[in-house]
Nanobody
Framework: VQLQASGGGLVQAGGSLRLSCAVS????????MGWFRQAPGKEREFVST????????YYADSVKGRFTISRDNAKNTVYLQMNSLKPEDTAVYYC?????????????????WGQGTQVTVSS
């Protein structure tokens, strides 16, 4: 399974970005997708996750109400719509896949990772 994240960039505070994560290869029949981020000098942190059907989503408190995760299984793509961005959202964002039917917010529970895309929010 290969994951390719894209859509990062430089945006002013209050702006929006949409990240995409394309899944290719031998994709599992059921898997959760998640987004994580890592800012310079900080540990990787959970951002959001979505179930295979898209019916279950979960967000970190720091992004709740501002970020929306979605997926298009026909395109094998997961999205992270980020609105009202803040400078503290600046980080490298990673998408990940978890071959399971249960939710997880810990990175070690995910089996496949993309290469990351940089998001920089200026004040």
């Amino acid at each position: 399974v290969q994951l390719q994240a894209s859509g990062g960039g430089l945006v002013q505070a209050g702006g929006s970005l949409r990240l995409s994560c394309a899944v290719s290869g031998r994709t599992p029949s059921t898997y959760f997708m998640g987004w994580f981020r890592q800012a310079p000098g900080k540990e990787r942190e959970f951002v959001s996750t979505i179930s295979w059907t898209g019916g279950s989503t979960y967000y970190a408190d720091s992004v709740k109400g501002r970020f929306t995760i979605s997926r298009d299984n026909a395109k094998n793509t997961v999205y992270l719509q980020m609105n009202s961005l803040k400078p503290e959202d600046t980080a490298v964002y990673y998408c990940a896949a978890r071959v399971s039917s249960t939710i997880a917010t810990m990175g070690v529970r995910y089996h496949y990772w993309g290469q990351g895309t940089q998001v920089t929010v200026s004040s």
